[in-house]
């Protein structure tokens, strides 16, 4: 069945495409971010994905993790929050907890900022939905194990309709990427593509 979205009641989530996470010179860099987003032009499907999204007249949210010096938001208390600690990466105000200028912003687009790892943990992304009467959200991000999933599980506890825009998606590789769209999200969300996306919002 041919995918189908009302662009009115859709927000298009931008992830976590900070420059520590998905520049090839990001804080990140060695984790295999950065080299699957580029293995995988993700960056350039995000784009084009965004510019189709603006068009059809979806609402477009970016997500960006980020905190103050010294993480006073954010215990270290599991092995993804001790490896932030110890890179020094993500403090807001840095270029690395900017947005990549290949997938920023335009203006007066929100841009959410989150303290975990949901889209939902700590920001005002709730709102701004609500406010817009947003249904159906599409998920594009980095990392797929993490914000990805992580929001969109949340997002179907709350009673969202879930797309994942599964090649705007990226992980460490392409093992964990895969993993991720095939074992649980099928049963929470819609795995979809952005040229599926794309055809749907023409």
Same mark, same amino acid.
């Given at each position: 069945?041919?995918?189908?979205?009302?662009? /009115?009641?859709?927000?298009?989530?931008?992830? @976590?495409?900070?420059? !520590? +996470?998905?520049?090839?010179?990001? %804080?990140?860099?060695?984790?295999?971010?950065?080299?699957?987003?580029? !293995?995988? @032009?993700?960056?350039?499907?995000? %784009?084009?994905?965004?510019?189709?999204?603006?068009?059809?007249?979806?609402?477009?949210?970016?997500?960006?993790?980020?905190?103050?010096? /010294?993480?006073?938001?954010?215990?270290?208390? /599991?092995?993804?929050?001790?490896?932030?600690? #110890? $890179?020094?990466?993500? +403090?807001?105000?840095?270029?690395? %907890?900017? +947005?990549? @200028?290949?997938?920023?912003?335009?203006?007066?687009?929100?841009?959410?900022?989150?303290?975990?790892?949901?889209?939902?943990?700590?920001? !005002?992304?709730?709102? +701004?939905?609500?406010?817009?009467?947003?249904?159906?959200?599409?998920?594009? #991000?980095?990392?797929?194990?993490?914000?990805?999933? /992580?929001?969109?599980?949340? $997002?179907?506890?709350?009673?969202?309709?879930?797309?994942?825009?599964? @090649?705007?998606?990226?992980?460490?590789?392409?093992?964990?990427?895969? $993993?991720?769209?095939?074992?649980?999200?099928?049963?929470?969300?819609?795995?979809?593509?952005?040229?599926?996306?794309? %055809? $749907?919002?023409?």
């Amino acid at each position: 069945m041919a995918l189908e979205l009302n662009p /009115g009641h859709t927000a298009l989530l931008a992830m @976590d495409f900070e420059n !520590d +996470i998905v520049h090839e010179e990001g %804080a990140f860099k060695d984790f295999g971010f950065a080299q699957m987003v580029k !293995d995988n @032009d993700v960056l350039g499907k995000t %784009a084009s994905l965004l510019t189709a999204a603006r068009n059809a007249g979806v609402l477009v949210i970016y997500v960006s993790v980020k905190f103050r010096p /010294g993480y006073p938001e954010r215990p270290a208390n /599991g092995g993804l929050w001790q490896g932030l600690h #110890g $890179a020094n990466a993500l +403090i807001e105000g840095t270029w690395g %907890a900017s +947005i990549h @200028d290949a997938v920023a912003p335009q203006e007066g687009e929100p841009v959410v900022t989150k303290r975990g790892v949901s889209a939902f943990m700590a920001s !005002d992304l709730e709102p +701004i939905l609500k406010n817009k009467r947003i249904g159906t959200l599409l998920l594009a #991000g980095v990392a797929t194990n993490f914000v990805v999933e /992580g929001t969109a599980r949340e $997002a179907s506890d709350r009673g969202y309709n879930v797309v994942i825009v599964g @090649d705007c998606c990226a992980s460490v590789n392409q093992e964990a990427h895969d $993993a991720s769209l095939t074992v649980a999200l099928p049963f929470l969300s819609t795995i979809s593509n952005s040229e599926e996306v794309t %055809a $749907a919002l023409a």
